[in-house]
């Protein structure tokens, strides 16, 4: 089993609309949580952290559910710029970083 | 941005020959990393490094060694290249609060 699962989409979405995906994480002792912004053909950049109280960050919000070993992302208002890869990725300890495959988003005009 | 920088960014080899990627960084930040990235996979790491000469194996170490001998330089080496190590390879360091990649070297095994 993958340390860390994302649906891999692609979401397909117009401008102006809601997206929301999940990713699940199998190591019940993760520390911290993060969601990472890939372009095409570029490196990852960090989108934000995940909060175990959930975050928001302009039109994007993170939920944390411990519980359920998942983590989301919503991206309201969708933008042309929004459209990337969104890696999922989980801090399990001191040093190791497991990333998701990620879930592609399309948005169109 | 964080600095990191990879050498080469593009590289086409044959297979059998050895090839090394640099990673470089000016941010002084204990851990480095190697991944790999390839399609439906996301990032694999390859290698990482604690410190100065301390480095481990991660998920996908096979065929692939590393030597830290400075805290700002971090080297990957394909002993004997194969074409299923084509990839794109990204360094990252780790810092207080985020990690941060370098721009990634594509990396062709012919």
């Known amino acids: 089993r993958k340390e860390v699962e994302q649906d891999p989409g692609p979401f397909n979405v117009p401008e102006g609309a809601t997206v929301a995906f999940n990713c699940t994480y199998s190591?019940?002792?993760?520390?911290?949580f993060f969601w990472y912004r890939q372009d095409c053909r570029k490196e990852p950049k960090l989108l934000m952290s995940?909060?175990?109280s959930g975050n928001e960050d302009g039109r994007f919000t993170a939920q944390l559910n411990r519980a359920s070993q998942y983590i989301s992302l919503l991206i309201r208002d969708s933008k042309l710029s929004d459209s990337a890869t969104y890696l999922c990725?989980?801090?399990?300890?001191?040093?190791?970083?497991?990333f998701g495959a990620g879930t592609t988003v399309t948005v169109r005009a | 941005d964080a600095g990191i920088t990879q050498s080469p960014r593009h590289k086409v080899t044959e297979t059998g020959t050895p090839v090394t990627l640099r990673c470089h960084q000016t941010?002084?930040?204990?851990?480095m990393y190697w991944y790999r990235q390839d399609p439906g996979h996301g990032l694999r790491l390859i290698h990482y490094?604690?410190?100065?000469?301390?480095?481990d194996k991660g998920e996908v170490s096979d065929g692939y060694s590393v030597s830290r001998s400075k805290t700002e330089d971090f080297l990957l080496t394909l002993e004997s290249a194969t074409s299923s190590q084509t990839s794109v390879y990204f360094c990252?360091?780790?810092?207080?609060?985020?990690?941060?990649f370098g721009q990634g070297t594509r990396l062709t095994v012919v």
């Open positions: 990252a360091t780790r810092g207080p609060t985020e990690a941060f």
């Open positions: 190591n019940s002792a993760s520390q911290s």
């Open positions: 995940v909060y175990s």
């Open positions: 990725v989980v801090n399990s300890n001191d040093y190791k970083l497991s």
């Open positions: 941010e002084n930040h204990r851990y």
């Open positions: 490094s604690y410190g100065v000469k301390d480095t």
